[in-house]
């Protein structure tokens, strides 16, 4: 009996330190990317804001050639959705809306998240000019863990599983881009 007790108050000592420490730990993850394209800003812009063009270049809707795609609102304008749902769990099932637009400069917009987790996050591409016929790009994911799994954000290591994403994104917007 002695020996269960000790394994009970050993467990409950595990769990209240794991808790406390994701009391204390950060909720909140960012993770950005940019590159320089090779074009003039209002042509990177005009491309990047529609959310039909995104499934051109992001890397999650190239890993499901036979995700179903659904748009809703005018393509472009802030209320616009791109809604996805694919067999593939790294895509799953989910929706993008312009929440925003700085002309020119920035697009936000939220991610929600249905399969294989239900989560929310929100995001940016934004547009700025470097030169005459450079535009320099960055793209943008920001969200909440929330309590107590935030405990497992180190771990998950978000920088550089979101950000790997959005670097290879990038890569594919500036190659469609220039050529």
Same mark, same amino acid.
């Given at each position: ?10 467990? =409950?000592? =595990? ?20 590159? @320089? ?32 795609? @659904? ?26 809306? =312009? ?7 920035? =697009? ?11 989560? @929310? ?5 934004? @547009? ?52």
């Amino acid at each position: 009996m002695g020996f269960i007790k000790k394994i009970l108050i050993a467990l =409950i000592l =595990i769990i209240a330190i794991v808790l406390i420490a994701a009391a204390i730990m950060p909720k909140d993850y960012a993770v950005e990317r940019e590159i @320089t394209i090779n074009k003039p800003v209002d042509s990177v812009f005009n491309y990047v804001r529609s959310l039909k063009n995104q499934n051109e270049f992001s890397v999650w809707a190239k890993l499901d050639p036979k995700m179903k795609s @659904t748009f809703t609102g005018t393509d472009g304008q802030v209320g616009s959705i791109s809604a996805w749902e694919s067999e593939v769990k790294e895509v799953g099932k989910g929706e993008q809306e =312009i929440t925003k637009i700085t002309e020119g400069k920035r =697009i936000d917009f939220d991610l929600r998240f249905k399969e294989p987790m239900n989560d @929310t996050a929100v995001g940016f591409m934004s @547009t700025e000019s470097v030169s005459g016929n450079q535009t320099k790009v960055k793209w943008g994911i920001n969200g909440v863990m929330p309590y107590p799994m935030n405990i497992m954000l180190p771990m998950m290591k978000m920088d550089q599983m979101i950000g790997n994403d959005l670097q290879k994104g990038l890569e594919n917007l500036k190659a469609k881009m220039e050529n």
